[in-house]
């Protein structure tokens, strides 16, 4: 007896859009991008109150495109939750509650309340997240940091970076488990993870400022002078906050985090952009050798993913860098929605574990 095919509701809040797509088992029925202007969000105070305005888009997407509302599972991007294994996690009132009063804030927070609201309208729909950014498998020394008020924890591209990382073992006839990688996501934000046989053991908090400086992100800063720069009164908690995510990086150096335009200006002969996204280039390059040493230098390959993937400018010489660790493979862009999709469907058939988030 055939299986009844299963379908599926993807869901991905970001900070200027909200993608989504419809399967049909592992098949693509619609992965459509929702686009969010500064003017749309700008009447929200905080994130969390997007929440209705994100929602009905969404159901409105998929009327306009002729979608029947009826699915087996909606599954969200996972939010900053408290730490957590990876994996799958079924969305309970443990993980709303705690969404409702994250610490941090982040679209990706509304991914689970988005598919727990719109799972419950429909009778046996199943409400998921996978991978969150939360995801923790640190080893243990590299929790450690030089001040005990601030142990370390990870915030990084927990769903994108495995995405990629079992696609790359399965086009190379292996298993993500049997292998050791270094992935490094090139987006707003940049994490570079250290992958030992299905287990990120090093990753960074790259929301709050480690690691390469990025498109709207500081990276790691000299920590006196920070210290310094939060009580001479020049600027409120806020502001430096948005300093070290949302107004840093190439978005602090050059006005714009464009890589295309960025590019377009180092063609006309603009040295200060190149000579800051060299410099970007040098720092991921360093926290790939980095990644390297947690693996003890046995890595079987380095995968470039993001959109800044796209950039042969970036990954041809980020290659020259890193090369003689590993072979570089470049995947641009990023398979979340299809990551999303294919965990849903693998908890909805049994396949993969579907755990309880405490």
Partial sequence: MVAAMKKILAINPGSTSTKIAVYEDEKPLLVQTIRHSIDDLSHYPRVIDQFEFRKDLVLKTLADDGIPFQFDAIVGRGGLLKPI??????VNDAML????????THACNLGCLIAAELAATLPGCRAFIADPGVVDEL???ARINGSPLMPRITIWHALNQRAI???YAKEHGTRYEAINLIVCHLGGGIS???HLRGRAIDVPNALDGEGPFSPERAGTLPAGDLIDLCFSGRYSQAELKKRICGRAGLAAHLGTTDMQAIEHR????DDHARLVVDAMIYQIAKSIGGAAVALYGKVDAILLTGGMAHSDYLTSRLTRRVSFLAPVHVYPGEDELEALALNALGALRGELEVKEYK
């Fill in 85 to 90: 294994p990876g994996g799958v996690y079924e």
């Fill in 97 to 104: 509650n705690d969404m409702m009063h994250a610490m941090r």
């Fill in 139 to 141: 080893d243990e020394v």
């Fill in 165 to 167: 990382a079992r696609r």
């Fill in 192 to 194: 570079v993870g250290a």
């Fill in 266 to 269: 180092i063609a006309q002969g």
